[in-house]
């Protein structure tokens, strides 16, 4: 699905750079206690269009793996999924319906033993 949002975001013109060096960071396992927030990324931000987390399929307390599909997110033109790049425990979900906009944080992850 990276792939994916990588070649949309080329369509539209964004800077897709920092996604990926992300990208190539695929299979990472965080340290018992350690957490990361994947937010929302700048660049789709940048082109003014309004996004809602439309739909999560994990909740908080679940264990995630890398390539796990978590949740959607649309504008009135496109719809992406983002997967989680990290293996753990989810500590926090955005709120579905939420508007979301530059480094919204969508989810976090807590490395569990």
């Keep these: 699905m990276r792939k994916w949002l990588l070649k949309q975001m080329d369509k539209l013109g964004l800077d897709n750079t920092s996604l990926k060096t992300k990208a190539s960071s695929n ?8 957490s990361v927030k994947i ?3 700048v ?8 996004w809602i ?7 908080t307390g679940e264990i995630v793996k890398p390539g796990d599909i978590i949740g959607i997110i649309e504008s009135k033109k496109l719809t ?8 753990g425990k989810l500590e926090y979900t955005c709120p579905i319906g939420q508007k979301i906009t530059a480094d ?3 989810v976090e992850i807590k490395g569990v033993e």
């Design 53 to 59: 987390l439309k739909k999560m399929n994990f909740t």
């Design 104 to 106: 919204t944080i969508l």
């Design 80 to 87: 992406f999924e983002f997967e989680s790049y990290l293996h």
């Design 43 to 50: 660049e789709l931000a940048k082109d003014q269009q309004e």
């Design 39 to 41: 937010k929302f990324p």
């Design 27 to 34: 299979d990472i396992s965080l340290k018992p206690g350690e």
